[in-house]
């Protein structure tokens, strides 16, 4: 593969979008650098935005107005086993009745790299491997996905986002429907994989892991972006007041790099 | 996924194929040995062949055997490889089990173009189809221009449109026939014989129209089997795996209706083997369409020639119409499939 793989911005230019011609815009005059290497976490309340634009730096949808651009190339001319080589997307629901394996649905991920009819190759084989590694898929594996649990599910296309081996990765609410366990082993893993020179996006609602783990916040609301930079300057009460509407305190505890952030209010704490 | 083909198996069903038409062609009014028939088969091989030495009344058997019977087996298999193989790829790109070659509305098309032939009389023939077999031909496709016209609201094609679309002319077709019938009571057994399929009108030439489509179908499908079973994670899935989804639907839906329209221009209607056959198949080997399909292809050929043979054999000399055959024999086979596989899981 002589292929230059390698994206080291993607930007979203004036970005608007609309899901139904006289609606509400779901994305409003997006603008937005964001340079390879970082691990960044979009925050927001429902509707502010952050899956729609997901969906946009994947070309699922076409916008009303503006664009996305990769280094310098509108996505529009990228085509879509090129833009899968670039980029690999997590979605928030899947269908559950797959029929295929843990490790088919896995080996999947590496389609955009096959030839028509090739069979898997050794790097296939083992990039297939170390995404069911990663996810902690191995006791599964040979399972139906119809079969697993919704956690287990979710980890096998967490697995095969992994076994496309991007340079980009966008994840729609990876940890929704994980254990704690397993939302810190994943996150985790997701560290890891910046570690190794990966750019990663996950729309979060856990404000404490995005604080942890990423490196770089995006906070949207109602379709544009609200505030955008490391986790203690854009998680602040004031931003959050605004953002969500709810008063969060900030609690310091020993030891601890960031604080912890629970929301407060006559209800909670009297 | 490691071993997405096995030949054995392909080889081994494919044997199985060849021995059930071997039969087909020895079962009827005029009994063979299956052994004589094989002989018959050998000898009409080229430049191999000529060593052979035909059996006593040599002559008359050849001609039963070569004229008469395998044309009709040839058709059969055909018809029922290309209407399983529409059914496992309807299935995949409509995400929907229940979807069968015949719910584009092709089918209705195809009746009330041989309703028209039958009932203007027309007399008109090109390679080997007569005017019922082309006015099918050419309703069939013309309904499938109709319903992707009305499901195309611009910018891609979504199933669902396509499936509504399909029913509500598929309805509109049925009502027009039903009202040339009300017209035209004296061709209602004869349009209604058409309607529910038969082979007794096979020639070499059909068979070879129909081969055609069913190679050059068939391989366009298994060349894009590995996308299609990225398309069962669903489309944005698809998309995001490389598969440019749209095209990949636009050239299946544009070649199984194509091969549909043909399958149906020479044999009639004939339900059933396009919903089940690659039910079974899956049953049996697995979601994997790069299986599903080649096997779908060998089991429905299979399976429509032994319902073929029973349809002319069975209350011979009556024939029963094949669409009757493959219900009555395949929907106990399908349910008790559907039983075991249910115990499997609970």
Redesign the interface.
């Known amino acids: 593969m002589t292929e230059e793989r390698n994206v080291q911005k993607i930007a979203a230019d004036h970005l608007s979008w609309k899901p139904a011609k006289d609606g509400r815009p779901a994305l409003k005059d997006v603008c937005l650098m964001l340079p390879a290497g970082e691990f960044y976490g979009i925050l927001g309340p429902n509707g502010a935005g952050k899956t729609s634009l997901a969906r946009q730096l994947l070309k699922l949808q076409k916008p009303d107005a503006g664009s996305v651009v990769f280094d310098s190339t509108d996505i529009k001319q990228i085509k879509r086993d090129a833009l899968a080589r670039r980029i690999s997307f997590l979605p928030q629901a899947f269908r559950t009745d797959v029929e295929f394996s843990a490790y088919e649905v896995v080996a999947m991920g590496r389609e955009p790299y096959r030839r028509r009819f090739a069979a898997l190759n050794e790097t296939d084989l083992r990039k297939i491997e170390e995404a069911l590694a990663a996810a902690n898929c191995m006791a599964f594996r040979d399972k139906p996905v119809c079969c697993l649990s919704g956690g287990e599910r979710q980890r096998v296309m967490i697995a095969r986002t992994i076994a496309q081996d991007t340079p980009w990765i966008v994840l729609d609410e990876p940890v929704s429907s994980l254990d704690v366990k397993h939302q810190l082993d994943l996150m985790r893993a997701l560290q890891r994989l910046n570690g190794q020179g990966k750019t990663i996006a996950a729309i979060l609602h856990d404000m404490n892991l995005a604080a942890s783990y990423c490196t770089k916040i995006v906070l949207m609301e109602q379709g544009s972006v609200f505030a955008y930079g490391p986790p203690q300057d854009v998680l602040t009460k004031e931003n959050l007041l605004r953002v969500y509407g709810v008063e969060f305190a900030f609690l310091e505890y020993k030891g601890s790099r960031m604080p912890y952030i629970v929301p407060c209010g006559p209800d909670i704490h009297g | ?2 071993k ?1 083909f096995s030949w054995i198996r392909f080889l081994a069903l494919s044997a199985l194929l060849f021995i059930v038409m071997l039969t087909a062609v020895s079962v009827g009014s005029a009994e063979l040995s299956v052994a004589d028939s094989f002989l018959i088969l050998l000898q009409k091989i080229p430049f191999v062949g000529e060593p052979f030495v035909l059996p006593e009344h040599g002559a008359v058997y050849e001609k039963i055997v070569w004229e008469v019977r395998m044309p009709r087996v040839l058709l059969s298999a055909l018809t029922g490889g290309a209407l399983a193989v529409v059914g496992a790829v309807y299935q995949g790109i409509f ?1 929907n089990s229940l979807a069968d070659p015949h719910i584009l509305g092709v089918s209705s098309g195809a009746a009330l173009g041989a309703t028209a032939a039958m009932l203007t009389g027309a007399s008109v023939s090109f390679f080997g189809l007569g005017a019922i077999g082309l006015f099918a031909f050419a309703g069939a496709l013309l309904t499938v221009f109709a319903v992707y016209c009305v499901a195309k609201p611009g ?1 891609g094609i979504s199933a669902v449109h396509l499936l509504l679309a399909g029913t509500a002319i598929s309805t509109l077709l049925s009502s027009m026939i039903s009202l040339l019938m009300t017209f035209h009571h004296e061709q209602i057994v004869r349009v209604y014989l058409w309607t529910m399929g038969s082979f007794s009108s096979a020639s070499w030439e059909k068979a070879a129209f129909l081969g055609v489509f069913v190679l050059f179908g068939t391989a366009v499908f298994w ?1 894009g089997a ?2 299609l ?2 398309m ?3 489309e ?2 698809a ?6 989804t749209g095209r990949l639907q636009r050239v299946f839906i544009l070649v199984s209706s194509v091969l549909v329209a043909a399958a149906v221009s020479v044999s009639g209607i004939i339900g059933f083997v396009g919903l089940i056959v690659p039910h079974c198949v ?1 049953i049996i080997c ?3 369409n790069r299986k599903v399909i080649p096997y779908s292809l060998l089991a429905g050929a299979a399976f429509l020639v032994a319902c073929d043979t029973a349809a002319r054999t069975m209350a011979s000399p009556t024939e029963i119409p094949v669409g009757v055959v493959t219900s009555l024999f395949g929907a106990p086979y399908f349910i008790a499939l559907l039983l075991k596989k249910r115990g499997k899981r609970s």
């Not at chain 2, 998309?239 to 440019?244: A, N, P, R, T």
């Open positions: 996924m490691k997405p995400l910018r060349s590995g996308r079973n990225i069962l994670l669903g944005e899935e998309k995001c795996l490389g598969v440019d899956r697995g979601p994997d």
